[in-house]
C-alpha cells in the first residue's frame, strides 16, 4: 500500500530457487520492504512468543483436558493430530502468510484479496470486541483469586466464612465425611457466592448491580493491557517476554508438584486410557476439529495483525509449523498439570476419578485446582504463581485480539489515525472497559455465558469458512501460491494447496454443519437459560456476520457499470506495488 510500502528495484526475491521458476520471468523481482511508517518487531522472537502467546491461552487449560478425557482419552488424540494437520495448521499457515505478505490488517486487506469480501475484516473486528467484552473478565477474576492467595490461610480452605452455606463440606484432612448431591466445597462457594455473588441473581433477566471488587480489577487489566499496546508491537513485544514465557515455567513446576501427590497416577490413567470405541462417535471428531481450531486461533484477524510487522521474507512456513506444535504440545501437557491433581482429589474423597472430573470451563480453573492446591503443603505459594500464570495466559490472548482491531482499523484509516496511535489504543480499550460492564455485575457469569457461546462460536467459524473460500477460490490458489514464492523462494506443495481448495474448508463446513445439526443446550450452574435469552444470543452472532452480506451489496451498488462489470470490479484484487513496478521494469509475473 502506498503508505506503508516502497518497492526496491534490485534484489532477486527467488534466490533459492532455479532460475527460471514456472510463471515468474528470469530478471530480478522488485523487492519489498518497510518504509518507517510501519512498526516491525524489533526480534524474530518477539514475533514467535507474541503468536504462541496469543494461541495459548485459557482455553489449552481448561478446555483441551476436559475434552480429551470426555472423547476417549488417549484414543482422543487420533482425531484430534489429524484435524490439526489437515484442518488447523493449514488455516493458521495461510493467515501467517496472507498478513506477512500484504502487510496489512483484517480489514485492508481484501482490497488485495477480494474487495467484495471486505465485510469479513469489519465482522472479524466486531467479534474481538465481543471476546473482549468477556475474555477480560475472566482474567479479572483470575486477578482477584491472586490478591485474595496473599493469606496463611487461603479463604477457599473452610466452611467458617460469611459467604458459605449448611451445604458447605470439607473433606480435606478429615475422616467420616458424607459427600452427597447437595454437598458444596469451600472452592465452589468462594466462586460461586464470594466472587461472582451469582446467587444474589434470578438469571440473565436479572444480572444485579456491578460488583466494585471486579470492576477494580478488570481496571488494573485493562490499565496493564493500554500500557502494553499504546506503542505498538516495539512495546507488546517486550511485554510478551515476561507473559509467553512464565506460564511454562509455572507448569512445570505445577507438573513436578502434582506428580509427587498420592493418587497422580490415578489422574493420569483416567486422563491417557484409550477408549477405542469413542472414535465411532461423530461428536468426538466434531470436538477435535473444534478444539484445535479454537486453540490456533486463524480468523480473529490476529495472524494476520502480527505477521504483518515481519520483514517480506521471513519464513513464515517454519513459524506456522513451530508455534502449532508448540501450542498443541501445550495443551498436552496442561491435562497432565490439571489431571495429576484430579487424582488427588479423588484419593481424599476416597471416590472415582470422574466424580471429581465433572467440572468443565472456568469452573476447572477456579473450583477444582484452587480446592486442590489450598490442601497442598506450601498451598499460599502454589496459589499465587497458579493464578500468575492464569493472569499472563490470558493478557497475551487479549494483546493479540486488541491487535487485531487497533492494525485492521489503523490500516483502513491511516490518515486520520497514523499518528494518533496512543490516542486510538486509548479510545478502544475504554470501549472495551464500558462493554464489559454488563459481565461484571452479580449474574455477569451469565453474561460471560452467552457472550461466549453467541458472540464468537459459530460465527467466527463460518467467518473463517469465507475466508478461506475467498483466499483459495476467487483470490486464486496458484495466485496465492506465488505470493508465497516471492517471499520464500519456493512454492508451496501440494498437500498445502490441496488442504487451502478443499480439506480446510471442508473441515470447517462440518464444524457449522455438525453444530447447526446437534444444538447444545446452554446452562451453567443448574441454570437453564431462558429460549428469550437464546434469541439475544443469536442476534450477538447475526450482528458481526450481518457485514459480509451488507458490504457485499454496499460494493455492487456503488460500484459503476453494468451487473457484469460490477462483479469483475469487486472480485479483482487491486494491483499492489509489486505488479505496478514490475510492469514497468517489463516483467510479467503470472499473479
Request: proline share 5%.
Amino acid at each position: 500500500m502506498p503508505h506503508q510500502e516502497q518497492v526496491i528495484a534490485h534484489g532477486n526475491l527467488c534466490a533459492p530457487g532455479p532460475p527460471n521458476n514456472a510463471g515468474y520471468n528470469s530478471n530480478p523481482v522488485p523487492v519489498i520492504i518497510q518504509t518507517e511508517s510501519r512498526d516491525k518487531w524489533s526480534k524474530k522472537m518477539d514475533f514467535l512468543l507474541s503468536v504462541i502467546g496469543f494461541a495459548v491461552d485459557l482455553g489449552n487449560v481448561w478446555r483441551f483436558p476436559y475434552i480429551c478425557y470426555q472423547n476417549g482419552g488417549g484414543a482422543f488424540l487420533i482425531p484430534y493430530v489429524l484435524m490439526a494437520i489437515f484442518g488447523g495448521v493449514p488455516l493458521f499457515y495461510m493467515e501467517l502468510a496472507l498478513g506477512q505478505f500484504h502487510r496489512t490488517g483484517a480489514i485492508s486487506i481484501w482490497k488485495h484479496i477480494c474487495p467484495i469480501f471486505k465485510g469479513i475484516g469489519f465482522a472479524i473486528c466486531i467479534i474481538a470486541l465481543y471476546v473482549s467484552f468477556y475474555y477480560n473478565t475472566i482474567i479479572a477474576w483470575a486477578l482477584f483469586y491472586f490478591y485474595s492467595s496473599f493469606s496463611s490461610t487461603l479463604p477457599w480452605t473452610s466452611c467458617d466464612n460469611e459467604w458459605n452455606t449448611e451445604n458447605c463440606t470439607n473433606y480435606f484432612g478429615k475422616d467420616n465425611v458424607t459427600w452427597t448431591n447437595y454437598s458444596r466445597s469451600p472452592a465452589e462457594e468462594f466462586y460461586t457466592r464470594n466472587v461472582l455473588a451469582v446467587h444474589e441473581s434470578s438469571g440473565i433477566g436479572n444480572v444485579g448491580y456491578i460488583r466494585w471488587q471486579l470492576m477494580l480489577c478488570l481496571f488494573l487489566i485493562f490499565t496493564i493491557v493500554y500500557f502494553s499496546l499504546w506503542k505498538g508491537v516495539k512495546t507488546s513485544g517486550k511485554v510478551v517476554w515476561v507473559t509467553a514465557t512464565l506460564p511454562y515455567v509455572v507448569l512445570l513446576i505445577l507438573m513436578i508438584r502434582g506428580a509427587t501427590l498420592p493418587g497422580a497416577w490415578k489422574g493420569v490413567v483416567f486422563y491417557l486410557n484409550p477408549k477405542w470405541e469413542k472414535l465411532q462417535e461423530t461428536s468426538v471428531w466434531v470436538d477435535a476439529a473444534a478444539q484445535i481450531f479454537f486453540s490456533l486461533g486463524p480468523g480473529f484477524g490476529v495472524l494476520l495483525a502480527l505477521s504483518s510487522y515481519n520483514p517480506f521474507n521471513n519464513n513464515c512456513y517454519r513459524d506456522a509449523i513451530v508455534t502449532s506444535l508448540v501450542n498443541c504440545l501445550t495443551s498436552l501437557v496442561s491435562g497432565f498439570v490439571i489431571f495429576t491433581v484430579l487424582g488427588y482429589m479423588a484419593e481424599q474423597r476416597n471416590v472415582n476419578v470422574e466424580d471429581v472430573a465433572r467440572d468443565k470451563g472456568p469452573s476447572l480453573l477456579f473450583i477444582t485446582y484452587p480446592e486442590a492446591i489450598a490442601n497442598m503443603v506450601g498451598s499460599t505459594f502454589f496459589a499465587i504463581i497458579f493464578f500468575v500464570m492464569m493472569i499472563t495466559l490470558g493478557l497475551d490472548s487479549t494483546f493479540g485480539g486488541l491487535e487485531a482491531i487497533i492494525t485492521a482499523v489503523m490500516d483502513e484509516y491511516p490518515d486520520v489515525l497514523s499518528n494518533r496511535r496512543e490516542l486510538f489504543v486509548l479510545a478502544l480499550v475504554v470501549v472495551c472497559f464500558l462493554g464489559s460492564l454488563s459481565t461484571l455485575t452479580k449474574g455477569g457469569a451469565y453474561v460471560v455465558k452467552l457472550l461466549e457461546e453467541f458472540g464468537v462460536g459459530s460465527s467466527i467459524i463460518a467467518v473463517v469458512f469465507l475466508e478461506a473460500t475467498a483466499v483459495s477460490w476467487f483470490y486464486g490458489i496458484n495466485r496465492f501460491s506465488n505470493d508465497i514464492k516471492s517471499m520464500l523462494g519456493y512454492t508451496p506443495g501440494l498437500f498445502w494447496k490441496v488442504c487451502w481448495v478443499a480439506i480446510s474448508p471442508a473441515f470447517l463446513a462440518y464444524i457449522i454443519i455438525s453444530s447447526l445439526l446437534n444444538p447444545q443446550p446452554l446452562t451453567l450452574f443448574d441454570y437453564k437459560f431462558p429460549d428469550w435469552s437464546i434469541s439475544v444470543g443469536f442476534v450477538i452472532g447475526a450482528s458481526s456476520f450481518i457485514w459480509i452480506p451488507v458490504y457485499m451489496v454496499y460494493k455492487l451498488v456503488w460500484t459503476p457499470g453494468s451487473l457484469k462489470q460490477r462483479l469483475a470490479v469487486c472480485l479483482r484484487p487491486e494491483r499492489t506495488l509489486p505488479d505496478i513496478h514490475a510492469d514497468s521494469m517489463g516483467l510479467s509475473p503470472v499473479r
